[in-house]
């Protein structure tokens, strides 16, 4: 089955097409980025701007395009908390869906940390034992802990690196230090309560960030390049990463676009960013975590990919290609967590057509196929899978 997962986040809307094959990783076929900048474009009243809303529509379009030049066979395309806790929600999914014909739909935070712990699983395998997981966006932080495949403890918090500038620090530079210590409080009180729902949770053998503001975290404390691939070891230190929010604070956002690792996009949010990182390190007691390159996409991808191997289990796994030649057979009834067990990057063959039509019938309650002329931008016929949980 190719599937494409569509992610419209607080900085940018983020494609990932691949291929799910019983037994195997996804596949990456192809992936495309558009820059939305909501996180900047929304005010402290939470009412995102309209030159913002006609990002996203181009961006989705282009999107749309996208996946159906890779003949996807169905795509699940939704907006985290950037536009799920917007004022003006209603009028940015209907503005989207009328111009596009694609139905924007949203998760909880909740389910965006258990879908990104499934990720950060997947990558690190059960020899990760009991793992703890925290994940920075724009709106929300999500937290996350378990030793099996599903956590057992799934948290989101609205300590968003975008959120916490907007309402806790000011426009100007530098940022006075009275300000950090004030949004370091503030962030301390969140976390700490959160902290009592972590008690009862056995000692974390690995810690782990994802997405970018962890990702650049790291690069900015010494993390090796993204071109040195997603196979080298990166970590953010604890206290590296204090000595750096003074400076952070000293500086504009050109000049922190000017820093290793900090892209121009996410400057603005870079100090909010450190300081909720570096708090909620501090909080958990954890001084160095392991930055994980599969987050809340990659989670998605391999629920789905669950979902169809257990449509198919306890039979034969056929794990031919697109031109049905066979790639190997795969014992019955593997599960996804078993199959990543080793995997430490994403290989794996895609789905023979009759896997993909096991899965198209299994959520055939849920895909929605376009009408053809749907949409004032594009043609409108990809079947999209609204997010049920």
């Known amino acids: 089955m190719r599937l494409g997962v569509l992610d419209v986040g607080s900085q940018s809307a983020h494609l990932c097409i691949a291929d799910l094959a019983p037994g195997c990783p996804p596949e990456p076929v192809t992936s495309f980025k558009r820059p939305v900048r909501l996180a900047e474009a929304t005010d402290r009243h939470g009412v995102i701007e309209p030159e913002a809303i006609k990002r996203v529509v181009a961006a989705v379009t282009e999107a749309a395009a996208v996946a159906e030049a890779h003949g996807i066979d169905a795509m699940v395309p939704f907006a985290t908390s950037a536009i799920r806790d917007a004022a003006n929600r209603p009028a940015v999914l209907a503005e989207v869906e009328g111009a596009t014909g694609v139905r924007l739909t949203f998760m909880t935070g909740e389910e965006e940390a258990r879908l990104t712990y499934l990720a950060a699983r997947g990558w690190y395998g059960w020899s990760a034992g009991e793992m703890l997981l925290l994940d920075i966006g724009g709106g929300s932080m999500e937290i996350a802990c378990g030793s099996r495949a599903e956590p057992a403890v799934a948290l989101s918090v609205p300590l968003g690196a975008g ?43 690995t810690r782990v960030g994802t997405s970018r503001t962890f990702a650049q975290l790291a690069r900015l404390t010494g993390a090796p390049k993204a071109k040195a691939g997603p196979y080298a070891e990166r970590v953010l230190d604890r206290q590296r990463l204090r000595a750096w929010v003074p400076r952070l604070a000293a500086r504009s956002d050109a000049e922190r676009a000017r820093l290793r690792g900090i892209s121009a996009a996410r400057a603005h949010q870079a100090l909010a960013g450190a300081v909720v990182a570096e708090t909620a390190m501090e909080v958990l007691g954890i001084e160095r975590l392991r930055v994980c390159p599969w987050a809340l996409r990659e989670g998605v991808l391999l629920d789905r990919l669950r979902a169809l191997e257990a449509d198919l289990a306890p039979g034969r796994v056929d794990r031919r290609d697109r031109s049905g030649e066979e790639r190997g057979g ?17 290989v794996g063959a895609p789905a023979s057509a009759s ?35």
């Open 163 to 205: 959120r916490l500038t907007r309402h806790h620090l000011p426009d100007t530079t530098p940022v006075r230090k009275r300000d950090v210590k004030a949004l370091r409080q503030f962030v301390r009180s969140v976390i700490s309560e959160t902290v009592e729902e972590l008690r009862d949770r056995p000692e974390p053998l």
């Open 330 to 346: 795969a014992d019955p009834g593997v599960t996804t967590a078993s199959a990543n067990v080793s995997a430490g990057a994403p």
């Open 355 to 389: 896997a993909v039509a096991s899965a198209n019938a299994s959520a055939s309650a849920s895909v929605r196929a376009l009408p053809a002329g749907r949409g004032r931008h594009g043609p409108g016929r990809l079947h999209t899978v609204p997010w049920t949980g």
